[in-house]
């Protein structure tokens, strides 16, 4: 997963604009391309006063920029999620403040969540 791919997952929604500089195209086109269902990476929602707002799902971002199945890339996601988690609780345990049994909890929650 590459540095851009990791900013990515850091959104819930992502925004308009990162969606567009990771796909290399404009944001005009991020937004006409979504709202004529063209663009499959999320959704568009009109407010009462005709105002889109646009949610762009990380997975689904990805999956269409690497050709990958979505499946794959949400599999991929949970992995590095865990893996990050992981690296944290080393360094914690590293650093003295939880000791070894708090750390064998803790990564097996993650392991099995």
Avoid at 22 to 43: D, P, T
Avoid at 49 to 72: E, F, H, M, W
Wanted: with cysteine; net charge positive; charged share 35%.
């Amino acid at each position: 997963m590459t540095d851009k791919e990791k900013e990515i997952l850091k959104y819930d929604n992502v925004p308009v604009r990162v969606a567009a500089e990771y796909l290399n195209v404009s944001q005009a086109f991020i937004r006409w391309q979504m709202k004529h269902n063209e663009l499959l990476i999320g959704c568009v929602k009109r407010n009462p006063q005709g105002k889109c707002r646009y949610y762009i799902s990380p997975a689904k971002l990805i999956s269409y920029k690497t050709g990958k199945d979505y499946n794959v890339v949400k599999e991929e996601i949970s992995f590095n999620v865990k893996y990050e988690q992981l690296l944290k609780l080393k360094e914690l345990l590293d650093k003295d403040i939880l000791t070894k049994e708090e750390f064998e909890q803790e990564k097996t929650k993650i392991l099995n969540g």
